[in-house]
């Protein structure tokens, strides 16, 4: 099928004002007309059109046989998919919540990454995982963990993280048309929050390439996610105090686009990174580290990491779990006085 | 093993000889009481939910009968592993409402401390072992336990529920299979209410019924109408003797329906069949189990009024003092880690402490789910 | 569903009229090569490791009926899900000795390149799915590969394979299950050899077979004499048709014994039953079906020679070739972790490549397992 | 069982040179002894003694109920130990290969982890997970793997690893005691590489507390498990270049010994952290971000992280994909020319 071979990047056919999970279903949509090996499966996808609704309409566009609910088995979600890839197919799994894909992380970890390094590149896993993460919705414990790290860890794996909409459609159809499987993880939090320009029609972002949400001279703030926008509003903040922040939207988590955080950091010669996962071994973690080694000498601070903390995540004190602007706007400041 | 569908009270109310446990007239009453004051706590619940004063609800309403008349045949000292839709469990083993309502605001009276969404409950006074969202994790860690007191000869009988959806969890397999292997005094209870979220149940599973699973794990497995209260108490007995007599576990499928949506971020409409929804609405089991009452002259009016008037008093007691109830301190997110804090976690505490007494501290938050 | 054991051919080699498939004679022959030769390349493979010449090895022996006569049931188009005891299916379908042993070496010649201990082998061109050493993986693969020929109208079935204890672990529970629901184009066969490595049957589930787990996923399930080829072969042939014509799954139990250790690193002297051991011996598949042969007049010294020096010098001949090729380079550590190799991969391979210039690299490694 | 509250220290009444693996058994006597709520099981651990030995002879001790085979479900193996030690036993949970735990995953990272915290205190799950992991035997892809990391980020678990016999002994008897999931990862490479002298009887080494391997003052070698005396053997290496290297065995990952680790790079002001894992995400980023954060006044080099390659593990290279001697070398040159 031609159409999955084409790396086209944007061409404007008129763009649409949308959320982010207008976005994700625009990019579905999409990329199942282009491509009729592309199929979409998971938990209440059908007719309910998922518990966050960006199925919405699937089912009935493409009928039961592309886009249909599966029993309440992530191990099956994600062992499918893997049976479904193997065999030509090019699965968009949808996984409820982050939080509850653990019983496939056997299937994850051990199977799909491993499929093509394993079988000396006979076997192969073109597969999508998507599934909402994070916090920020009163979803407590076992609704808004972020476990990106996990599967930055494991090699095999491409990890993907959207913080607007434009970015959610490209990225996501990037990803379907990804010759590896790609955990695409979305910030529910923001799903809602605000609306962006979205191209129509084809619209791919690559992966592996970041973005500069905000230009700085003074300091660079990593970020993905929901994060990017609390990063955007302290630097906002920041520049009132007359501090310049650069704020990194890294969009790939793995593979990293090394170069864009490696010239802003030489640049600003400091560096905080957010994420809202707990603290230890985050994904932060591993910015840190590429700093620490690869630009120690243009360091005029410490590498600060504003992050969740290292506890389980919680239901009433959420809104003291999340990193927030007060927090990151703390971790700015110590990058300068420490 | 017969797979037929056992029923004791009739359509219209009555138990056949030989058939009816006959239960002391104080018991009956007991039980329709519980299942009243459980139905009352879910509409009150949902009510608090949508007029934005919790978080988030689900109920249990039409499965009063499958969960109250299973686990009334345990013995106190039995403990449970459930599932999210057993509330009138916490009545049935005499929890405060006052704490079940703090459970649901999340606050300092919440014996989970606020970490959960509301109903995620734990009531160790209760042997009610702490509810996790992700499905089926309980049925294995029930089989664990029961092979436990078998090694230290304890004669403690575990019940462990799922739902039709859970049954296709890896816990389900690995649960049943450990238990059987073990012959652990375990009860699987299968409410089966037609419904996982939207999924039903023929896209669930192939098998011609859940109970037959049992099959899968050398136990016997048993189908019994969820909505009638007696006969699931029979059955359940049965089985709960059994587990204590050291022969190993049983799996009951109550064959019942979800009345309510799934939960209240749901809207069932989306995808329920009005007809078959009506169909079941008539089997409700509060009125199945009054019908039988009635027949022997344990229900009245005056009866009713009291028992609802009771169970109104009670939550209205509950949620004024739960609303008056503060939340959990900022360092409480500190707690319960480890029993130990390490100093990582003392230090991110300091560091949390004297930001907030820096001035503004806290990122807004959204509802659940957006 | 019968759960008794099928069998065709008798103790004394005799198949009664009606039962016996009646394959033609150099059908026959072909199969009684392929049992033999798949039975000499263990003893080859193990020798080798003995000899410290592999690092590992696996045999399949006393299961030679098990999983050549299921998989001679199926097309060559049809594709295969296996574990690691079914070599002798490669054998079926054509793939050149020397690239199985290339395999046991791990060197330039595999077509793994090496990442896999001996035995996990990968065959694209004989659509043979590359193995895993995780237990029970490919069995919801299979499902979801069957699910995606049906979606693509494909007549293609899939045949996947589990031992006794592979049948505990959570994807024969999901397997299983999707490819009920889907009614998948699927065989699932479950070789009960009565061990996982030391633990026996009775420890592994409490069910009174592996086949009557099949109820549990609403699908049919067969125990089958797994020493008896032309058995398992007919009631492989049924369930492949029935999956062809899109009636759904089938779970195949073949009941036979595993007569060697778990593998090289096994010593089951440590926990094997002699007694057991000796009866199972005696119903060597291989004898089995020479019996049978003999009756058919198939079978002479002569073909046993024949056949016996056509594999051994084939064995030979994979091994001269094998050991005379190179191991992988090292760049080729970095190949296939992705389609593109990403910055950090080239970066990490380049500095790897520099120390090797620069001198000695490499940490010395001990044996498997240690 | 007043046993397990005893927090003592060692005390010596006789030593006995041992394997690691040999320590690892005579702790599990020692504390099946001590307190019968111990109970031992996993796949092949009862007549077997399990595929490496580790429980050899402990059945026949202790009978069939106290140490039993269980069925191929490491999900089984660890949901049921969270059942046990919920009810009031001590589970020590043998999982064959680390390899082939991630079945088990959901149980540990959504319940074990995770059931203090989210009942409040109510409930507690003081069990063991132990397990063979790293490479260094020729198991290659599937029978190598080092996924510490997946673990270190996962508040509510402990993790532990030794690198000596003795430390293996003290260390198991202490995660037996601790009141929260611990897991004990062994490296299997050096279960029998050499031999050391253990304490019999009563032995703990405390879980949290770090160990300097070897002093030195130009530059500090983090390690842990295996790589420990590989990075011992480096620094025997680099006196004779005279350059004095400090070897660091952490032996607990979670919670770290920060002080000891900042201490030394404070005092080297260089620092090499070795781990067998991928690189990316993997623990060694946690170490070179702590350093990032909070010593990068005393930095006189790049922090550099020899590791695993981002790639799953092989089979026939495996030599080429551990970190050896040459590649600490490697590492600890880049400290000082960079
Ligand atoms: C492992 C996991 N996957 C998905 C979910 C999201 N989820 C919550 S309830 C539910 C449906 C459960 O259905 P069932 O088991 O029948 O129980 P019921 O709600 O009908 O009582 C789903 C999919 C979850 N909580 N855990
Ligand atoms: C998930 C997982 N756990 C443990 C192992 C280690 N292991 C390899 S083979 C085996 C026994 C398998 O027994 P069975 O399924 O009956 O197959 P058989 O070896 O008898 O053919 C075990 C426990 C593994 N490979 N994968
Ligand atoms: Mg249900
Ligand atoms: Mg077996």
């Not at chain 1, 972002?205 to 230009?215: C, T």
């Not at chain 2, 013995?75 to 409402?97: E, N, T």
């Not at chain 2, 000869?153 to 059987?180: E, I, K, P, Q, R």
């Not at chain 2, 899968?216 to 359940?236: E, H, S």
Request: proline share 6%.
């Amino acid at each position: 099928m031609s159409a999955t071979d084409t790396k086209s990047s944007t061409s404007k056919p008129g763009v649409k004002v949308m959320t982010l999970i207008e976005a994700v279903t625009d990019a579905l949509r999409t990329e199942m007309a282009n491509d009729d090996r592309v199929v979409v499966f998971g938990e209440d996808v059908g007719k309910k059109g998922g518990v966050f609704g960006a199925t919405m309409g699937i089912q009935e566009q493409f009928g039961e046989t592309r886009c249909f609910d599966t029993p309440l088995s992530e191990c099956g979600i994600i062992g499918a998919a893997v049976g479904m890839a193997v065999y030509g197919m090019r699965p968009v799994a949808e996984i409820q919540f982050l939080d509850f894909i653990y019983p496939a992380f056997d299937q994850i970890v051990s199977e799909a990454a491993k499929m093509r390094y394993r079988s000396g590149g006979e076997y192969t896993c073109p597969m999508v995982i998507r599934s909402p993460y994070g916090g920020g919705i009163r979803g407590g414990h076992y609704h808004s963990q972020s476990s990106e790290a996990y599967f930055c860890h494991t090699p095999g794996l491409k990890v993907v993280i959207p913080s607007t909409p434009a970015d959610a459609k490209g990225l996501l159809i990037a990803a379907i048309r990804d010759e590896d499987p790609v955990m695409f993880l979305e910030p529910k939090k923001i799903y809602r929050h605000g609306k962006g320009e979205v191209p129509l029609g084809e619209h791919v972002v690559p992966i592996g390439k970041g973005r500069i949400a905000r230009e700085g001279t003074d300091c660079t703030v990593v970020a993905y996610g929901a994060m990017v926008s609390v990063c955007e509003q302290a630097a906002e903040l920041a520049a009132q105090q007359g501090r310049s922040i650069e704020v990194l939207d890294l969009r790939t988590l793995v593979p990293l686009d090394e170069p864009m955080l490696l010239e802003s950091v030489r640049k600003t010669g400091r560096c905080v990174v957010v994420y809202e996962a707990p603290k230890t071994c985050g994904y932060g973690a591993e910015i840190a580290a590429i700093v620490a080694e690869k630009c120690i000498e243009y360091l005029e601070g410490p590498v600060v990491r504003v992050a969740g903390f290292d506890t389980p995540f919680p239901y009433t004190l959420e809104h003291l779990y999340m990193p927030d602007v007060a927090r990151v706007m703390a971790g700015i400041d110590k990058t300068f006085h420490w | 093993m017969s797979l037929d569908l056992l029923t004791i009270i009739d359509t219209d109310g009555k138990a056949p000889k030989g058939k009816d446990p006959n239960l002391p007239a104080a018991e009956l009453q007991k039980l329709y009481r519980l299942m009243v004051t459980t139905r009352l706590m879910d509409d009150r619940g949902l009510a608090l939910q949508r007029q934005g004063r919790i978080g988030f609800y689900l109920q249990s309403t039409g499965q009063e009968a499958s969960h109250l008349g299973t686990a009334y045949a345990l013995k106190q000292s039995d403990w449970l592993f459930p599932a999210y839709r057993q509330p009138g469990i916490l009545l049935l083993r005499d929890v405060p409402m006052e704490q079940i309502v703090c459970e649901w605001f999340g606050n300092a009276g919440d014996t989970s401390k606020g970490r959960q969404m509301p109903v995620h409950y734990s009531f160790r006074r209760a042997n009610f072992v702490s509810i996790s969202s992700p499905i089926g994790t309980q049925l294995t860690q029930a089989a664990g336990a029961g092979m436990a007191a078998r090694i230290r000869g304890d004669d403690t009988v575990f019940m462990t529920y799922c739902g039709d959806g859970g049954t296709s969890s890896n816990d389900f397999h690995t649960g049943l299979n450990f238990a059987g292997v073990y012959k652990a005094p375990v009860v699987f209870v299968v409410e089966n209410n037609g419904w996982a979220i939207s999924v039903p149940g023929h896209k669930q599973t192939a098998s011609e019924s859940y109970a037959i699973k049992a099959h899968a794990y050398g136990m016997p497995g048993v189908r019994v109408d969820g909505n009638d209260i007696l006969a699931v108490y029979a059955v359940t007995k049965a089985a709960v003797d059994r587990a204590r007599r050291g022969e190993g576990p049983t799996l009951i499928e109550t064959v019942t329906y979800r009345i309510a949506s799934h939960s209240s971020s749901d809207d069932a409409s989306r995808y329920h069949d009005p007809e078959v929804h009506a169909k079941w609405k008539k089997k409700d089991p509060i009125q199945r189990f009054q019908q039988y009452l009635k027949h022997k002259k344990l229900w009245s009016e005056k009866f009713e009024a009291e028992v609802v008037e009771a169970a109104k008093a009670a939550l209205q007691a509950a949620v004024t003092a739960a609303e008056a109830t503060p939340n959990p301190a900022p360092e409480t997110l500190f707690e319960d880690v480890y029993m130990n804090q390490t100093p990582q976690l003392k230090e991110q505490k300091q560091q949390l402490l004297d930001l907030m007494a820096k001035g503004a501290v806290g990122s807004e938050v959204g509802h659940f789910p957006l």
